[in-house]
């Protein structure tokens, strides 16, 4: 089927001999600084979407913090937690429909939750020692260069220059360490490793280390302190095993090894392979009765790499990451001569910023740094990223470091497919389908519902049912049912960016209809005929009932109706383009005529309940009501009265909150088409934030260009990469859309390689404050239109505009594979 897509916008020149060149690339590339890294969020992170690794970047000293993707507490979900749940449903819905008794109805919908998720948890570490003299220290430098995923560190010493690099390999699945000096046998070190793991050590040979551990049967969520109970459990018969290994190969000198780890004396040069695994064999296998092989994992991608070297496996590190990387360029004209900023630190360059410094390279380097991260954290064959993305250090990470699915997780996935990196997206489109097997069964035993369900919380075990260890969770939160619809809206964006007719068919179609069908059997009537959702909650915002008290369970919220109609919409569309279910297609579009509608309140504001409550809290960090306006497309332009309502909202709720809410904030702004508020909002997510500082409204950004919730959830990096992008792009209402929200800020500047729904790859350039370039290549020969604010001509050919309203149409068909050019008429 082809399909017809726009492109709009705003002022369309093309130049003919005006490459998309990229101003001064290596000057935004590095992260650099000129001391090692004192705290955890001024260390860099490695990674390969298996291993990853926090670098110090000490003297003397040099710590490597590592983590394993897989690496978790716990085991498969457990069955039959609740049996009891489902019999309250009955009463919270006559609660809330009948009586509008909002305490009674959240007291008896925490009498529906089950238990918590497991904890992602951290590997262990590697420390590196050399007996230096701290105070002799000169010329220090570390870096992690984005571009190719590489981190140096280097210093002098007695006039002797020592330098280690390190980097994750993909393809070798190794974790490789180079140690260098420019003077011959120079190089004595100790390499010991541990960790806060029960583990082991074994000794092999005169040159590796074995670290043998095992994870705990459960560990408890931070924020969740019974006093009854150990909150770190281990037991003989459960619990995930892991490995890791450290082999030194040597030029020169000697190595030996023993249980104190790994000496090297006198050596020129040394290089370190690091490997990992965990008996992780998939969300419904035991890990400790059902396990893989971890030792004979790690083992196989030792032997793999050693059979290499370090130019042959750094070479190919850098062609694999260089291939996802490389495809999307984005510069901005500095309009100073020379920028002072260039000069500084990275910390110090962020601090400048914070304090209203132009530096407009450092906004590049933010949008390419989420690139990087995203390649680092999820790879296809492995785990989704988590809201630490792989990297972790606390045996109790904040939230568990899990997938929480009322956003962060989504939001890890915004640039996925936007941002040319639509294989990073595999990781979470193949957990979706673990999801919808116990979220099958959470929907049969919690519901009695057909279809599958999943909620705020889960990790690498696919964990579906509503959180609160029964009973002991808010229900703001706990209680939420849209996770799995929510996810729902990946497996369709994938499929509207590609085009991939065989994913549709035989993966995301199933999956999403499994889905409606439990919202089906969800939704009921109230009393004016509507279908609602009973109990509903806003994650994870709470009003005032009549008598003041804050209250979070209601009736159909905004934003659970907007992921049902999202659901509802998407599923229509892919029963058309397969052309399979017209009968239960017929259902679907019969439901979502009845759903419960979006509704303006007394201060002209996108209401959040189905009542005009005042909210406990209006600055509140979730704005979950304008889902609709993103990352759904049921509000644009072509609907004024909501879309003049989100804009309301957003000037009520304020630009305060967390750094992802602030990275949720900059894609709506977008959307709205207000480069000026979403460019003002990227200023105030790269607040500069001390790892030792800042609140709830204190999120920004860390030394380490983390994100800062605080504390650190790599969700606000992939949202502002994301928002950044958006700005510059938009596809989600049939055609594309040219530099919607350019902000006057960037003067000029270019973007290649990003990706727009309907199978496009698009490139631009502007120059002050106008488009003067565009190339539009169809990957999948779809048919296009053009709409345009001047008339334009397709080059090369006799198709013009015509004018409709206040815009010029161009149509016109593509071929896959060829790239197509507008210029001014």
């Not at 989420?370 to 939230?399: C, D, M």
Request: charged letters at 20%; a neutral charge; proline letters at 5%.
């Amino acid at each position: 089927m082809k399909r017809k897509i726009n492109v709009v916008s705003f002022l369309f020149v093309f130049v003919l001999t005006s490459p998309f060149a990229q101003s001064k690339p290596r000057e935004a590339i590095k992260l650099w600084y000129d001391k090692p890294a004192k705290q955890w969020t001024e260390a860099l992170p490695l990674g390969n979407g298996k291993i990853g690794a926090m670098v110090f970047g000490g003297v003397s000293e040099e710590l490597i913090q590592l983590n394993e993707s897989s690496l978790y507490s716990g085991g498969p979900v457990k069955e039959h937690i609740n049996p009891n749940a489902v019999s309250y449903l009955p009463q919270i819905r006559e609660a809330l429909l009948k009586e509008a008794d909002y305490t009674k109805a959240d007291n008896l919908t925490r009498k529906m939750q089950g238990l918590y998720t497991e904890s992602y948890l951290p590997m262990g570490d590697i420390t590196i020692r050399q007996a230096f003299d701290k105070d002799s220290v000169s010329d220090y430098y570390r870096d992690l260069n984005i571009g190719n995923a590489l981190s140096t560190t280097s210093f002098k010493i007695a006039g002797i220059t020592y330098r280690r690099e390190m980097f994750c390999s993909a393809p070798a699945n190794v974790l490789v360490v180079r140690l260098t000096a420019d003077r011959k046998n120079a190089l004595t070190f100790d390499v010991s490793a541990n960790s806060p793991l029960h583990f082991n050590l074994t000794p092999v040979g005169v040159n590796e280390l074995i670290v043998n551990g095992k994870a705990p049967s459960h560990v408890d969520p931070s924020y969740y302190n019974p006093k009854d109970r150990e909150h770190i459990i281990y037991d003989d018969a459960n619990g995930m095993r892991f490995q890791f290994r450290i082999h030194a190969v040597a030029k020169g000198g000697n190595v030996t090894t023993d249980l104190n780890g790994i000496h090297v004396v006198k050596a020129s040069e040394a290089t370190l392979y690091v490997t990992s695994a965990t008996s992780f064999n998939g969300f419904d296998k035991n890990p400790f009765s059902e396990g893989k092989d971890e030792n004979a994992l790690a083992a196989e991608s030792m032997n793999k790499a050693l059979t290499s070297n370090y130019k042959i496996l750094l070479k190919d590190h850098q062609t694999d990451f260089r291939r996802f990387f490389n495809r999307v360029k984005f510069s901005l004209t500095d309009t100073m001569s020379v920028n002072p900023q260039l000069a500084l630190p990275s910390n110090e360059r962020l601090k400048a910023y914070s304090n209203g410094a132009y530096d407009p390279f450092l906004e590049t380097l933010y949008f390419q740094f989420g690139r990087y991260l995203l390649i680092s954290s999820s790879r296809p064959g492995g785990p989704p990223a988590n809201l630490q993305g792989i990297w972790n250090k606390e045996l109790r990470a904040p939230w568990s470091s899990n997938y929480t699915i009322n956003i962060n997780t989504e939001m890890n996935y915004w640039p996925a497919e936007l941002t040319n990196l639509s294989e990073m997206h595999e990781p979470l489109l193949d957990w979706i389908k673990d999801l919808s097997v116990t979220g099958t069964r959470t929907a049969r035993e919690f519901y009695g519902a057909r279809g599958w369900v999943a909620h705020h919380n889960s990790e690498i075990w696919a964990t579906s049912n509503p959180v609160g260890d029964l009973g002991n969770g808010d229900p703001v939160w706990a209680n939420w049912a849209m996770g799995g619809n929510w996810l729902c809206q990946h497996l369709w964006e994938h499929y509207e960016f590609t085009g991939d007719k065989k994913f549709l068919a035989e993966k995301a179609y199933p999956l999403m209809k499994s889905a409606a069908l439990f919202t089906l059997d969800w939704l009921v009537e109230d009393s004016a005929g509507y279908l609602v959702t009973a109990p509903s909650t806003t994650p994870e915002n709470k009003f005032k009932d009549k008598n003041g008290v804050a209250q979070g369970v209601s009736v159909a919220t905004t934003m659970d109706m907007s992921i049902i109609r999202n659901l509802f919409s998407n599923l229509v569309d892919a029963s058309r383009i397969l052309n399979v279910d017209e009968a239960f297609r017929d259902t679907i579009l019969a439901a979502e005529k009845k759903l419960f509608p979006l509704q303006i309140g007394c201060q002209g504001q996108l209401m959040e309940w189905y009542k005009d409550f005042d909210e406990t809290d209006v600055h509140h960090r979730h704005v979950s009501h304008l889902f609709g306006l993103f990352p759904g497309n049921e509000i644009t332009p072509v609907n004024p009265a909501f879309f003049n309502a989100c804009k309301k909202t957003l000037e009520l709720r304020g630009d305060v909150g967390t750094g992802w809410s602030k990275g949720w904030k900059i894609n709506w702004w977008a959307r709205l088409q207000d480069g000026d508020h979403a460019y003002k909002l990227i200023r105030t997510l790269l607040d500069y934030v001390e790892t030792s500082k800042g609140g709830v409204l204190g999120g920004g950004t860390y030394p380490n260009f983390f994100d800062a919730h605080p504390p650190f959830q790599i969700d606000g990096n992939f949202a502002g990469t994301a928002g950044m992008a958006e700005m510059l792009l938009q596809s989600h209402q049939g055609f594309l859309q040219l530099l919607p929200a350019l902000p006057k800020a960037w003067i000029s500047g270019s973007m290649t390689g990003l990706r727009a729904r309907g199978g496009f790859e698009v490139s631009l350039s502007w120059k002050n404050e106008a488009l003067s370039q565009a190339t539009i290549t169809s990957l999948n020969g779809n048919d296009c239109t053009v709409q345009t604010s001047m008339p334009v001509k397709l080059a090369g050919t006799d198709i013009v505009s015509t004018q409709k309203g206040g815009l010029f149409e161009t149509t016109f068909k593509t071929l896959k594979g060829k790239t197509y050019r507008l210029i001014k008429r």
